[in-house]
């Protein structure tokens, strides 16, 4: 009995001081997860997805007025709060779930395209000059998709 009662009154965790407000922490979350959804249905590759997620969340909390320390200290003190937690995630689910309904109206209700007439067959004659191109190297080709990922977020 004894251990149960030291264990039921541990106090509560100290808030940290640059604690982010439930509502900043929210909108935050908000495009967190905005962006993993977006990177993940993006880049194929484990590892460029993570620089990818990396640079984008620099890029979040710039957009946020928000340290990474500071994110990080909030964070941990929500997680330690469950019920703040419980909170931040319901107006999280609520959101994201409002916009996938916009998203899913609006792709319901537009008109379908008229259906194109399929292209010329290619002129075989200029399969030479497809040759004069060059390949992209990969450290490019990274790059490139760090700035597509960075101009989705913007």
């Given at each position: ?9 541990t ?35 484990y ?34 709060n ?25 792709a ?16 075989t ?30």
């Amino acid at each position: 009995m004894l251990p149960l009662a030291l264990l039921s009154c541990t106090p509560e965790p100290e808030k940290p001081a640059d604690l982010i407000s439930e509502q900043k922490m929210t909108r935050i979350m908000i495009d967190v997860h905005l962006t993993e959804a977006a990177i993940g249905r993006t880049i194929t590759h484990y590892d460029s997805s993570r620089v990818a997620y990396r640079e984008a969340h620099k890029l979040i909390l710039k957009r946020h007025a928000v340290s990474d320390s500071a994110f990080k200290h909030s964070y941990d003190f929500y997680l330690s709060n469950p019920a703040q937690m419980d909170k931040i995630y319901e107006v999280v689910l609520d959101s994201l779930s409002l916009r996938e309904a916009k998203l899913t109206r609006a792709a319901v209700t537009e008109p379908p395209q008229p259906a194109t007439p399929p292209a010329p067959a290619p002129d075989t004659s200029k399969v030479n000059t497809l040759r004069k191109f060059k390949r992209i190297p990969l450290a490019d080709s990274l790059k490139a998709r760090q700035q597509r990922t960075k101009n989705m977020i913007k």
